[in-house]
């Protein structure tokens, strides 16, 4: 009998797979997978079949939407972009390098500013303003504002983690998975330790077809990779307003471009258009070659 599920946990060759109840079966890959050179990733759907009475090979590995490097996880929905309130103060440049590097991998971001309770929310209404073309929504891990509306947004989807440390966003798991109780600061020592160790990836069951990893995604601020020309396919709110006089417009020196004129009649908030200028400035024009 095939059974359907998800790969939450592979460690020395072994893999570990929840089905839709709940049941987790511990597996072997079979050997075509690694002729093929294929490695079985956490995040990844398969199908499994029992091979003898309680031992579990994984027979087939699903079409992947999404790989991510660090960490490795397949098929992830949601990266949730954590800052806070109050210290650590948004770096708003840092947000936007983090959403740039999400999008790339085709993963759909929600921006989650936590500590609402502690400045009345202003800062929520600030990053509403500035980041309009994402969802955004307002946390309190202390007080539990919003956490309803968090569940609902990750129900059914694998997510992960992404912000500056002290953010909260090991508050924020402990309050998504009841009884989880990870210390605040665990989450950024797996990191430090991470650079020396092989550090094991695991996704936390948070309810029926929901899952998070249980160590931060696109832990790297900077953009690597990226040339000038590539930047503005990651920015959403240009998609409109693309009109440019010239092809492959940049939206920065160009004359009569449409981005630059959306901006001027605030239809583009200006604060991250600098930004995405200053970002623009910061990347290489071609590949560098050795």
Do not use: W
């Not at 992830?76 to 790339?104: C, G, Y």
């Not at 539990?144 to 090991?170: N, P, R």
């Amino acid at each position: 009998m095939e059974i359907n599920g998800v790969i939450v946990k592979a460690i020395a060759g072994f893999y570990y797979v929840y089905d839709r109840e709940g049941t987790i079966y511990e597996c072997k890959a079979r050997g075509v997978f690694r002729k093929d050179d294929i490695t079985p990733l956490v995040g990844d759907n398969v199908t499994i079949v029992e091979k003898a009475k309680g031992a579990y090979v994984i027979d087939k590995i699903l079409p992947r939407r999404n790989q991510l490097i660090r960490p490795p996880i397949a098929n992830v929905d949601t990266a949730i972009v954590v800052v806070a309130s109050v210290f650590p103060e948004v770096s708003f440049i840092t947000l936007d390098k983090l959403l740039v590097n999400v999008l790339r991998e085709k993963v759909k971001p929600l921006i989650c500013v936590n500590k609402v309770d502690l400045d009345n929310g202003k800062t929520l209404e600030v990053v509403k303003n500035q980041y309009g073309i994402f969802e955004v929504i307002g946390v309190s891990a202390k007080t539990g504002e919003g956490m309803e509306k968090l569940k609902e947004h990750i129900k059914g989807k694998i997510s992960v983690f992404a912000g500056q440390s002290g953010v909260g966003k090991t508050s924020i798991l402990n309050c998504l998975i009841p009884g989880l109780n990870l210390k605040v600061g665990e989450i950024s020592k797996k990191i430090e330790r991470g650079r020396h160790t092989t550090r094991v990836v695991e996704l936390l069951r948070a309810g029926e077809d929901t899952y998070i990893a249980d160590t931060p995604g696109f832990s790297s601020i900077e953009i690597t990779g990226m040339l000038k020309d590539e930047l503005k396919y990651y920015y959403p709110e240009f998609y409109d307003y693309e009109n440019c006089k010239f092809p492959g417009c940049n939206h920065i020196f160009e004359p009569e471009c449409g981005v630059k004129a959306a901006v001027n009649d605030r239809k583009i908030n200006f604060e991250r258009y600098e930004r995405y200028k200053q970002i623009f400035m910061q990347l290489p024009a071609q590949k560098e070659y050795d």
